[in-house]
């Protein structure tokens, strides 16, 4: 014989136990996506760098497209944005002018700028190095300095060999928020005397800008949508 089961009392039905539980539908939430930026640079440091940022609504697609001459890098860029249906609001390519390579390199970074802006690309260009960035989170500097003397000053605030262990991937990851966290550091700074050291220099040929970094003009950019 089949089993009995136990009928329910009326009064039982309003219990916990015997109430029939609806689906609780999951909330999805999305994020409306305001600003589309593509950031081409020239080494890992800095594609990690702008990638960490904590943005909310824009979607950062960083590209690092290795060393290579700077008009190559914009050329590429060119390339990029052809070979894709999207649509950027900003885009942005990121390199350095390095003056130990001479007179060529001065020529090609120079001539890499003035075509990015043709374009309709912004640049966030730094003499000597990108690291002139990282070092005016800390001091300003109004002299001319070779890329060795910001690794060897970062080195010291960032208690690392910058030079043989700065541009190691999970070091670059960090970067970011190793200078968020230094209370020694201060981006605001940074953008400051970044801007000071521009204005003063805005009329001179490119490559005779130095100290110099636009790189805060991309900072102020991704700073406008940080989650807060």
Known sequence: MPKKTKAIKDSDKTKAWNRKKKPTPYRVETIAIKKTILIVCEGQTEKLYFESFPVYGVKVEAIDLGGQSKTKLVETTVDIINGTTYTYDEVWCVFDMDY???????????????????????????????????????????????????????????????????????????????????????????????????????????HQQNPVTTVFMLVQSLNENLRQ
């Open 100 to 206: 130990s390579r001479g007179a060529q390199e001065c020529a090609d970074f120079d001539n890499a700028i003035n075509k990015a802006i043709q374009l309709g690309y912004k640049v966030a260009y730094s003499n000597d190095s990108f690291e002139l960035w990282f070092y005016l989170h800390y001091h300003k500097t109004e002299a001319r300095q070779l890329r060795s003397f910001y690794y060897d000053q970062l080195s010291k605030k960032m208690n690392v060999n910058y030079e043989k262990d700065g541009k190691k991937y999970g070091f670059c990851q960090n970067i970011y928020r190793f200078l968020a966290g230094d209370k020694e550091a201060s981006q605001s700074r940074a953008i400051k005397f970044a801007e000071e050291l521009y204005n003063s220099q805005i009329d001179l040929p490119y």
